[in-house]
């Protein structure tokens, strides 16, 4: 069972940055897909931000979050990396680090197989 630990939160102004990092405990994190979700205060959803193939060689982002987040990976190190910049208050919410077979699994929060519990980012003046 690989456990997921998210780090790299926190409260931010407008136009900031935030590294957001995930550490694996498994091996097995480096033929697994990575990405991160994210959920609002008080919301109902998972809502996607981006995910990175096994071997790095492709990633996919959310509209809102394109070409503001990066996302990388080192396999050697088991953790995944969410670079975000400028930042608007519309991304306020936790993160959470997120693992499934394929990369096409994130279009379907359901097929994650497994979570971290997730780190609060805020932007706020």
């Known amino acids: 069972q690989m456990q997921l630990e998210e780090s790299g939160g926190g409260l931010v102004q407008p136009g900031g940055s935030l590294r957001l990092s995930c550490a694996a405990s498994?091996?097995?994190?480096?033929?697994?897909?990575m990405g991160w979700f994210r959920q609002v205060p008080g919301g109902e959803k998972r809502e996607f931000v981006a995910a990175i193939s096994w071997n790095g060689g492709s990633a996919n982002y959310e509209d809102s979050v394109r070409g503001r987040f990066t996302i990388s990976r080192d396999n050697t190190n088991h953790t995944v990396h969410l670079q975000m910049n400028n930042l608007k208050p519309e991304d306020t919410a936790v993160y959470y680090c997120?693992?499934?077979?394929?990369?096409?699994?994130?279009?379907?929060?359901?097929?994650?197989?497994?979570w971290g519990k997730g780190t609060q980012v805020s932007v706020s003046l």
């Open positions: 997120a693992g499934a077979p394929m990369l096409g699994s994130f279009l379907f929060v359901g097929d994650m197989e497994y």
């Open positions: 498994e091996r097995i994190f480096s033929t697994y897909a």
